[in-house]
């Protein structure tokens, strides 16, 4: 069986010259042997109202961090700036789906801010009190997370595009007593009705004292008796609020991650830690200088949205680009068009976007100029080699690295990833490569043991970090036993791995989503990569169906690379790849052709709808779908297929 790496051993180590620091070693090394010593030095990088009285409060599984300090979140994004050059640099760049833009500067932001606390405060917001927000994508919604931040306030942003349902969840589980939201959100040219739905949810939530609602669309809209107009809330406010200093370890955000059963877990971030991990993360993968456009392509309904859109980019005064829209409407070059348009020096995106754009094969990404690129980023799942040289070679014309980033809603920050603010170091295609300074993770054994070099396990970490979840919302057992019942003492995210003769971090997928053939564990991510090896296909997703002879049967969902078309003879030669590639064991025993794969609108492939199908399930919930005619497409080249092998 080959190891990831062999997927692209011609490829080799390919090195880049990047600025040049401390050697990445040794940090990691001293960050270990001294680690509260040294997240103390990276907390100075914050403002404090009061230095802590004790680094790390430890009692495992709860870690507290910087206990007695005190700050305030929107003081570290904002206020620390207004006296410094940068008050009038742009701090955000929005782009909207049509091409209309709108640029706010340190100032501005400052200023919203602290209109919007003193609105939330008159509405008898206080620090502690939950806030929903359920926005799209626009400049508000920063204003709005931190706004609640300069009070005290605890804001859960819930993504646009979850159901009734969902929101109703969310708000009832946090108790809150304010939902911000807009009158409708654009995608794909149609009219997201975001009012509406928390109309929906409104008779289920008795929490909820107020919504706020924003004019973005310009639909008609009915106000209750609840309801208040942001901009007519905006025009009375005064320009400046006094910030709350909360405690280290007061809550800033509530964060839901779904999960395949049971109701969604409320991830609790802190304040001082959450704060001090995003800073540093940022600093050693991005390098953050002066003149840097950066691009996140993420939500803010996501957790990377909030590190790395809201919080870490505006600590560092960096000018970012939001855009609210999908990467391929109306045109699938949207990504290529905005790094042109703003000149953007750093492009953080999906695995999953960059195989939709690779589809369409490299002469739309070389229509356009990218040369003002520095420095490319990844994020939300593993990346496969094929994709990764497509985009070191079409995007970075060979000349950015890449960080490609591993970590969780959970986790806060990133947790693996290159380094390029401390040093270059010879990057592999589809490796995270090391644990960022100051993370301890390793891949063990299902005894806890780690594992020889080679060897496939599980990723955990051995030792608190900064950026680690609080609890979960009102649930200290339920934290335990997802998080810390598995292997004793450490951190299971469960996600399975292995580490190369180098050192270097593969991962290979969710390890529930490991496939055992045959007494033989197959990770998601290891087969998803041998398919997309192949010359002809673009992007890949593989499930599991109960067998039983093997065990499991692997079953593929393939989209075609354009000027391929979808024929038997493909079909054979793709599983003859396979075989070659991965060995016999990894034998597809179905292999079905598609032109989309279901994905949430975040870009993530929904591969237990797949599992459903292959499996003859149920479907269940699909309300974060992007596209659903890509679901029924997949049952129905699922339906023609067994309908040929059956007569």
């Not at 206080?126 to 709005?144: C, F, H, N, Q, W």
């Not at 107020?210 to 004019?215: A, E, P, T």
């Not at 973005?216 to 008796?225: E, Q, T, Y």
């Not at 976007?353 to 589809?359: D, E, F, G, I």
């Amino acid at each position: 069986m080959s190891s990831p790496s062999k997927l692209y051993e011609e490829s080799g180590k390919i090195k880049i010259s990047v600025r040049l620091g401390k050697r990445l070693e040794n940090i990691s090394k001293d960050a270990l042997a001294e680690p509260e010593e040294f997240w103390a030095e990276q907390a100075k990088s914050l403002v404090w109202s009061k230095e802590w009285d004790k680094v790390l409060d430890w009692h495992p599984p709860f870690a507290k961090w910087f206990t007695g300090g005190k700050l305030n979140a929107s003081v570290n994004c904002l206020d620390r700036h207004i006296k410094t050059d940068i008050k009038n640099k742009a701090a955000i760049i929005w782009e909207g789906e049509n091409g209309e833009t709108r640029t706010l500067s340190y100032f501005q932001l400052y200023k919203e801010v602290n209109k919007f606390a003193n609105v939330l405060k008159k509405l008898n917001v206080s620090k502690g009190d939950r806030v929903t927000i359920y926005m799209p994508m626009l400049p508000e919604l920063p204003i709005a997370m931190l706004g609640c931040a300069r009070i005290g306030a605890v804001h859960s942003v819930v993504f646009s595009g979850f159901s009734a349902q969902a929101l109703q969840d969310r708000i009832n589980d946090a108790q809150s007593k304010i939902v911000i939201t807009a009158d409708g959100g654009v995608r794909k040219g149609k009219l997201i009705e975001l009012k509406k739905v928390v109309d929906e949810s409104l008779p289920f939530v008795p929490s909820v004292e107020h919504v706020i609602v924003l004019k973005r669309a310009g639909n008609d809209v009915m106000l209750g008796s609840k309801d208040h107009w942001w901009n007519e809330l905006m025009e009375g406010a005064k320009p400046y609020c006094t910030p709350v200093q909360v405690e280290s370890t007061h809550p800033l955000y509530i964060l839901y991650t779904s999960g395949t059963t049971g109701k969604p877990k409320g991830v609790i971030h802190g304040t001082g830690g959450y704060l001090t991990h995003v800073y540093a993360t940022a600093k050693w993968v991005f390098d953050f200088g002066s003149q840097d456009i950066f691009f996140c392509t993420a939500d803010i309904g996501w957790v990377t949205g909030h590190s790395y859109i809201v919080y870490a980019p505006l600590m560092h005064g960096a000018t970012e680009i939001m855009y609210e829209g999908a990467a391929d409407f109306p045109k699938p070059d949207r990504y290529w068009a905005i790094v042109e348009k703003h000149g953007a020096t750093i492009l953080y995106t999906t695995p999953t976007a960059l195989r939709m754009y690779m589809k369409y094969g490299d002469e739309i990404p070389n229509s356009f100029d990218l040369s003002s690129l520095r420095l490319l980023g990844t994020v939300g799942e593993p990346i496969n080699p094929e994709v990764w040289m497509w985009y070191f070679k079409t995007i970075g014309k060979e000349r950015c690295p890449i960080v490609d980033t591993w970590w969780q809603t959970e986790t806060g920050g990133i947790m693996l990833s290159m380094c390029t603010g401390i040093e270059t170091i010879p990057m592999k295609p589809g490796s995270a490569t090391f644990p960022v300074p100051g993370v301890d993770a390793v891949v063990v054994d299902e005894k806890g043991k780690t594992v020889p070099a080679g060897t496939k396990g599980y990723i955990v970490v051995r030792r608190p970090w900064p950026g680690m979840l609080l609890t979960l919302w009102g649930d200290d057992e339920k934290y335990r036993q997802v998080y810390w019942s598995k292997f004793a003492g450490m951190y299971y995210p469960g996600d399975y791995a292995l580490n190369d003769q180098d050192g270097y971090l593969w991962l290979l997928g969710r390890a529930d989503d490991v496939l055992k053939v045959a007494g033989h564990r197959l990770g998601t991510m290891e087969l998803e990569s041998a398919f997309v090896s192949h010359k002809a296909i673009a992007e890949a997703a593989v499930a599991g169906r109960p067998d039983s002879t093997k065990g499991e049967a692997i079953i593929a969902f393939l989209v075609p690379k354009e000027g391929y078309a979808k024929s038997e003879n493909l079909r054979k030669e793709v599983v003859a790849h396979i075989r070659s590639t991965l060995g016999s064991i990894a034998t597809p025993d179905e292999v079905y052709f598609v032109s989309k794969l279901p994905k949430t609108r975040s870009g993530k492939i929904m591969r237990r709808l797949l599992k459903s199908i292959a499996s003859g399930d149920k479907i269940g919930d699909v309300t974060t779908l992007e596209d659903g005619a890509a679901i029924d497409e997949v049952k129905q080249a699922y339906e023609d297929l067994k309908n040929v092998v059956e007569s």
